[in-house]
């Protein structure tokens, strides 16, 4: 086998493989940007919690119409945002803070929305809703991926500047401008709509990966924010890519070998990058030479 027939053969002979790394890469290029901005807010970890979230949503949308793009993904995105509001809501009426809300209705949302999809479907099922199915994208899935990345990119592009403001100084951002809390409401619904994009091809366990992954692997070569989003875009694309070869070639589930390629690439960020732990300990007043 040589490298054309390698590298290129799978996506070029199958179309399946076509729609796969073409649903996959659209995600990257919408989801990187989210993720780096949920790094910076210090909300990696919600972006998880809002990834079980979408699940009760989902369900719904199965028992109503079965694995149907449409229903599954309205249902997905309204539990999440649904989600997300008691979440906020519970944090500003009470003393607990909004992670902590967050964990608990995730945790509620992920064993409703087994329970349900678990009524009528059978395991296969389940699975398919949990870890998704790269390698059965649709035309339909394809538009929804596609429509859910262009609304999320227009939508980043119009709240920029304050969405970079609130990860400074929320505070300050909401005593000078009455933008702080809508900013902060459309940017959770942006990263429920990631989440019910990403859900399609990566199911609700492994979607918030090629969300997070990348921009925590991009934090370690490059510091200015546009470049941030650029190279965990880019992080998430060669994921995408060679995640899918490697399924391809030792028959490995596509969804989570992109997100252990993703991984991979975090680990070699991590003692490798221009900011990760070897320069790092290089470059330290301990260790330089004199």
């Known amino acids: 086998m ?16 076509t729609r796969a790394l073409v649903g996959a890469m659209i ?22 919690a809002m990834a079980h979230a979408i699940l009760p949503g989902a369900g719904v949308g199965f028992l109503v119409a079965g694995l149907q793009v449409l229903p599954m993904t309205i249902g997905g995105f309204a539990a999440g945002l649904i ?4 979440a906020g809501l519970v944090s500003r009426l ?11 209705f995730y945790l509620i949302s992920l064993a409703l929305g087994v329970m349900l999809v678990s009524l009528r479907g059978s395991n296969v099922d389940l699975m398919h809703v949990l870890f998704g199915t790269v390698l059965a994208l ?21 709240i920029w500047r304050p969405l970079f403001a609130e990860c ?17 409401l459309i940017f959770l619904a942006l990263v429920v709509l990631n989440l019910v994009g990403g859900f399609q091809a990566l199911g609700t366990l492994l979607a918030v ?27 998430g694309l060669v994921s995408s890519y060679l ?18 390629v993703a991984g991979a690439i975090y680990v070699g960020s991590l003692f490798a990058g221009a900011r990760g732990v070897i320069r790092t300990r290089m470059t330290s007043p301990r260790h330089r030479i004199a």
């Open 243 to 260: 995640g899918l070869l490697v399924s391809y070639h030792w028959s490995i589930p596509s969804g989570p070998a992109i997100i252990l």
């Open 27 to 48: 995600i990257a290029v919408s989801a990187g940007p989210v993720g780096v901005f949920l790094m910076l807010r210090r909300m990696s970890l919600s972006g998880d």
């Open 2 to 17: 040589n490298a054309y027939e390698f590298l290129v053969g799978p996506f070029v002979q199958y179309a399946f493989m």
């Open 94 to 104: 009470t003393i607990q803070r909004e992670d902590t809300s967050l964990a608990a």
């Open 83 to 86: 989600v997300a509001v008691l």
């Open 138 to 158: 649709n035309n339909d899935a394809l538009l929804m991926i596609g429509s859910v990345a262009t609304i999320s990119l227009v939508s980043l592009a119009l």
């Open 209 to 235: 990966g090629l969300m997070m992954l990348p921009a925590a692997a991009a934090r370690f070569w490059v510091r200015s924010l546009e470049a941030l989003c650029a190279v965990a875009v880019g992080i």
């Open 168 to 184: 400074l100084d929320p505070n300050f951002l909401r005593s000078v401008s009455g933008a702080g809390q809508p900013v902060h």
